[in-house]
C-alpha cells in the first residue's frame, strides 16, 4: 500500500509537469468512456437488467395465432382466455388487458383518455403496488359491479397536480360516476400507454354478454405467469395443446381451414420490441469509439514514457526491477483513465434524457432508462481495464539500460519494438475510423433517400384532427353520419380553411399487421371462398382531394354514396398489381362478409404510405365513411383532414369550437400538422443519424490527433538525420513528402483493414438502411478519399515544421 501511495504521488507530480497532455488523454478518454456508458445504460436497462416486476422473466404474453390466414398474435376470446387459464398446468395466472378510449367529464374541458382494461389481479401478477389507496380486488371485475378507478402516476400529476385527495373523488366517464380507489406508482408504459385503468366490466363492450360468452369474438390481450421450476418450452407445449383441444371441441369457433395455435412469448422479449439490433449496434460503435481512445492513449503514453527513458534505465540501474517500474507506468495509467471515466459519468449522466427519449421510439422500458448503480460500476470498470490497456504497451516494453543510459533525457532512440507498436496503434486507429465513419455516412444517406421518400400524400398545409366518438353521443351510426355531414358543411365556411376530409385511419399511424379478410368475386385464381388479407379504411368523399391521393382510373366516392346506395369500394393500386395484374378492375366486386353482400369496385388510386414511412405501401380497400360496410370495425375512430391556408392557433380553435357546437361532451384527441406526423415519424432515424455521425466525427479527431501526436514523435526522434539531409543540400520539398509517405502508408494499411472489416460486418447495418446498399462502392470510396486527405493534412503540420528546423541547432541538440 505505501509503494502504492508513493506510486500515485509520483504520478501527480509528473501530470502537473506535462499538463497538456495529461488532459488530452483524460478527456480522449472522458468522451470515449462516456460516450460507451451512456449507449450501455440503454441497451442495460431495456435488454439486459431485471424487469421492473416482481418476477419479471417469469412472465409471458400468450399469443393466439391463425397461421393459415397469415394472423399471429391476435386478441382472444374472453372465453378463450377462460380456457388458458382454467386448463394450463404451467401458469399460475392468467390475467387479461385490452386499451379503450373514453370520454372524462367534469374536469374542464372534456378530455379524451386512454383507458387500460383489465382483469381484478392484474397488477397483483405485475407485482405492483398503488402509493395511495389500493387497486382491484377479487370480484371487481365482473359483470355489475362497483365502476372503479385507478390513476396511473402520470395522469394523477398532470390531472390533479399530484393531490392526494383525489381517492375517493368521482369521476364523471361515459354517462357514468366512476370512483378512484388508487393512484400507481410510475411504471412503464406497457402494454399501452395509459391515463387511467378500470376493471373488464366497466368498458360497455368487455362487460357485454356477447363478448364474454361468444369465442369467435376476438377481444383481449392475454398474460401469463409461469409456475416456478417451468420453463418456457414446456409452458408453450402446454398452452399450445390447448388450442389444439379447443379446435376439436368448438370447430365453428376455430376454423381448421385458419388454423388455431397458440404460443408464449417473454413478456422481455415483448417489451424490448425490436431495438435489440439497434441498440446493440449503437453499443458496438461507441464500443470501437473507445477502442481509438485507447489506441490514441497508448501512443501518447509511449511518448511520454519514451521521454523518460533515461529516467527509468536510472531506477533499474539502482536497483529497481522492471516490474516496480511496470506498477509504476500501469498506477499513472490507470489514474489517468479512472479520472476520464468519472468524466465520462458526468458527459453520459447530461445524456440519459435524450438517449431515453430516443428509446422510446422503440419500446416502453425506455422510461426505465437511468445512471445507477450498474452502470456506475461499469463505467469505472471500463475505465480501469482502459487503463490497463493503454498503459500495457509502455509498462513492459524492454529497454536497453547502455544505450538509454548514454542519450540524453528526451532524446533516447525508440526501441524497434516501440516503434512497430505505435504504428500498429495507428493502423488500428485508421481501420476503426473507417469503420464508424462508413456507417455514419451510410445510415446518413438512408435517411436522406427516406425524407425525400414520395409519401403518395401531401403533408404541408394540412392539419389532422383525431376523435374517438363519444361512445354516448354516437352510439347510432346515423348520427355519425350526421356529424360528418355537418362538419363538412360547416368548417370550410372559414376563410383560411379549404377542403374537409375524414377517415377511420391516419396515414403512417396505422397499425402494423392490421387486416381484413375480404373475398374477390370470379377471381381467375382466387375461388369465391377463400380470403385475403388487406388494409381497410372508410374516409370521406374529399377525403383523397384534400391529401392529394391521385385518381389512377374509375371515379372518387360521391355524396350519394350513402346507405341507400349500392355499396362500392376504391383500392389502391398495390391491390390492383398484386390481384388484378394486366386487367381492369373496376366493376370487379368484393365481399368484407363472407359472401353475404357484394360491393363494386368504383376506383383505383395511387399508392400511399399507410404504416410508416419505410413500409412500402400495404394493399388496400377504402370504403365510404357515409356508407354502413362490413369493414367499418373502426367507426369510433374519426379523423378530420382540413386543408388550411391559414397558420397559428386560429383555424385549430375554430376546428375545436365546431366539433363542441355539434357535441359539446367531444373530446378531441388533438390537432396536429401533418408535416409534423411526418416530422415526428423521422425522429427515431435522425436521432440514430446524429448519434452516429457525432461517434464518427469523435472518432476522426481523435485519430488525426493520433496522427499528428505519432508523425510529431518521429520527427523528434530523426531530427539529427533530417538537420544532416537539409546541411547536404536536400530538398525541403523532398523531405516533406518523403515524411508525409510515410505516415500515409500506415493510413493506407489502415483503411484496406477497415474496408475489408467493413464489408463483412456491413449486414449487421442493413435494419437501420433504407434502399441503401450496406456495401456502397462509392460511400466506401468517398469516405477513404475524406481520411486519407485529412490525413495529409494532419501529416503535413509536423512535417512542415521539421524541414524548417536549424541544420546546426538540430545537430548540436542531438
Avoid at 354478454?209 to 390481450?221: A, L
Avoid at 381492369?584 to 400511399?608: C, H, Q, T
Avoid at 464518427?696 to 531530427?719: C, D, E, M, P
Wanted: charged content about 15%.
Amino acid at each position: 500500500m505505501q509503494n502504492l501511495l508513493e506510486d500515485m504521488r509520483f504520478a501527480l507530480r509528473n501530470f502537473r509537469k506535462n499538463l497538456g497532455v495529461t488532459t488530452l488523454i483524460i478527456v480522449t478518454l472522458g468522451l470515449g468512456i462516456g460516450a460507451t456508458s451512456a449507449i450501455f445504460s440503454m441497451v442495460y436497462h431495456v435488454l439486459l437488467g431485471p424487469l421492473p416486476f416482481a418476477d419479471g422473466e417469469q412472465l409471458v404474453k400468450i399469443q393466439t395465432n391463425r397461421p393459415n390466414i397469415d394472423q399471429y398474435d391476435v386478441a382472444a376470446s374472453v372465453q378463450t382466455m377462460f380456457d388458458y387459464e382454467a386448463q394450463s398446468e404451467t401458469l399460475s395466472d392468467v390475467i387479461e388487458y385490452h386499451q379503450m378510449s373514453f370520454t372524462l367529464l367534469g374536469q374542464g374541458d372534456p378530455a379524451f383518455v386512454q383507458t387500460g382494461v383489465v382483469s381484478w389481479d392484474y397488477f397483483n401478477v405485475l407485482g405492483l403496488e398503488p402509493i395511495l389507496g389500493r387497486t382491484f380486488q377479487p370480484g371487481e371485475d365482473e359483470p355489475g359491479s362497483e365502476p372503479l378507478i385507478v390513476l396511473s402516476n402520470r395522469f394523477w400529476y398532470e390531472k390533479f397536480g399530484g393531490d392526494p385527495n383525489v381517492i375517493g373523488m368521482s369521476l364523471e366517464m361515459n354517462n357514468h360516476a366512476h370512483t378512484v380507489i388508487g393512484v400507481l406508482p410510475p411504471m412503464p408504459a406497457y402494454p399501452m400507454d395509459n391515463d387511467i385503468w378500470v376493471g373488464a366490466s366497466t368498458c360497455p363492450g368487455r362487460g357485454s354478454d356477447m363478448v364474454i360468452n361468444t369465442r369467435s369474438q376476438p377481444f383481449v390481450q392475454a398474460y401469463g405467469k409461469l409456475l416456478p421450476q417451468v420453463s418456457l418450452l414446456q409452458a408453450n407445449t402446454d398452452i399450445n395443446s390447448i388450442a389444439q383441444r379447443l379446435t376439436a371441441q368448438y370447430p365453428d369457433d376455430y376454423p381448421a381451414e385458419q388454423g388455431f395455435t397458440a404460443n408464449l412469448s417473454p413478456l422481455r422479449t415483448e417489451m424490448a420490441g425490436d431495438s435489440g439490433q439497434t441498440f446493440f449496434l449503437l453499443l458496438g460503435l461507441t464500443g470501437l469509439v473507445l477502442l481509438i481512445a485507447c489506441a490514441n492513449v497508448a501512443n501518447l503514453n509511449l511518448a511520454r514514457m519514451a521521454i523518460r527513458e533515461q529516467e527509468f534505465a536510472i531506477r533499474e540501474s539502482l536497483g529497481a526491477g522492471p516490474g516496480r517500474v511496470a506498477k509504476q507506468v500501469l498506477t499513472e495509467s490507470v489514474m489517468l483513465s479512472l479520472t476520464g471515466g468519472a468524466l465520462g459519468i458526468v458527459i453520459a449522466f447530461f445524456g440519459i434524457d435524450v438517449l431515453s427519449e430516443f428509446a422510446g421510439q422503440y419500446t416502453s422500458l425506455a422510461s426505465e432508462v437511468r445512471m445507477d448503480t450498474p452502470i456506475l460500476v461499469f463505467s469505472l470498470g471500463v475505465a480501469l481495464i482502459t487503463g490497463l490497456l493503454s498503459g500495457s504497451a509502455s509498462a513492459f516494453q524492454r529497454r536497453n539500460l547502455n544505450r538509454s543510459l548514454k542519450e540524453g533525457s528526451g532524446n533516447v532512440t525508440t526501441s524497434s519494438s516501440s516503434k512497430k507498436i505505435r504504428q500498429g496503434l495507428l493502423v488500428a486507429q485508421f481501420a476503426l475510423a473507417f469503420i464508424i465513419l462508413t456507417s455514419a455516412a451510410l445510415v446518413s444517406l438512408s435517411l436522406y433517400r427516406l425524407n425525400t421518400e414520395d409519401l403518395g400524400f401531401k403533408t404541408d398545409s394540412v392539419l389532422s384532427a383525431d376523435l374517438t366518438l363519444n361512445f354516448t353521443t354516437f352510439s347510432d351510426t346515423s348520427r355519425r353520419r350526421e356529424f360528418l355531414r355537418f362538419l363538412e358543411r360547416e368548417l370550410p365556411s372559414h376563410p383560411q380553411i379549404g377542403g374537409v376530409g375524414a377517415s377511420s385511419t391516419v396515414p403512417l399511424e396505422d397499425i402494423p399487421n392490421r387486416s381484413q379478410a375480404i373475398r374477390i368475386e370470379g377471381h381467375s385464381s382466387i375461388d369465391n371462398t377463400e380470403d385475403i388479407a388487406v388494409f381497410s379504411t372508410t374516409v370521406s368523399k374529399d377525403y383523397f382531394d384534400v391529401l392529394d391521393i391521385s385518381l389512377l382510373t374509375g371515379r372518387y366516392f360521391y355524396d350519394s354514396d350513402d346507405t341507400n346506395s349500392p355499396p362500392v369500394y376504391i383500392i389502391n393500386q398495390a391491390m390492383q398489381d398484386r390481384y388484378f395484374p394486366g386487367e381492369n378492375p373496376i366493376g370487379k366486386r368484393l365481399s368484407a362478409d363472407d359472401g353475404v353482400s357484394w360491393g363494386e369496385i368504383i376506383g383505383v388510386v395511387g399508392n400511399s404510405r399507410s404504416v410508416a414511412l419505410d413500409t412500402p405501401a400495404v394493399e388496400t380497400v377504402f370504403a365510404p365513411y357515409l356508407q354502413f360496410s362490413p369493414l367499418q370495425f373502426t367507426m369510433n375512430r374519426l379523423n378530420l383532414f382540413v386543408e388550411s391556408t391559414g397558420s397559428g392557433n386560429e383555424v385549430k380553435n375554430y376546428l375545436a369550437d365546431t366539433i363542441h357546437s355539434f357535441d359539446p361532451q367531444q373530446a378531441i384527441t388533438r390537432i396536429v400538422e401533418m408535416e409534423q406526423i411526418r416530422d415526428s415519424w423521422l425522429s427515431a432515424p435522425r436521432l440514430i443519424a446524429q448519434l452516429i455521425g457525432l461517434f464518427a466525427l469523435l472518432a476522426f479527431a481523435i485519430t488525426l490527433s493520433g496522427v499528428v501526436g505519432v508523425v510529431a514523435y518521429n520527427v523528434s526522434q530523426r531530427l539529427k538525420e533530417i538537420g544532416i539531409r537539409v546541411a547536404l543540400g536536400a530538398n525541403p520539398m523532398r523531405v516533406r513528402s518523403l515524411l508525409t509517405l510515410q505516415g500515409m502508408l500506415l493510413g493506407v494499411i489502415g483503411l484496406s483493414i477497415g474496408a475489408v472489416i467493413m464489408v463483412f460486418a456491413a449486414p449487421s447495418l442493413s435494419r437501420l438502411l433504407y434502399e441503401t446498399s450496406p456495401v456502397d462502392i462509392v460511400v466506401y470510396l468517398s469516405i477513404a478519399v475524406i481520411i486519407a486527405v485529412m490525413a495529409v493534412v494532419a501529416i503535413s503540420l509536423p512535417a512542415e515544421r521539421a524541414v524548417r528546423v536549424d541544420p546546426s541547432k538540430a545537430l548540436r541538440d542531438q
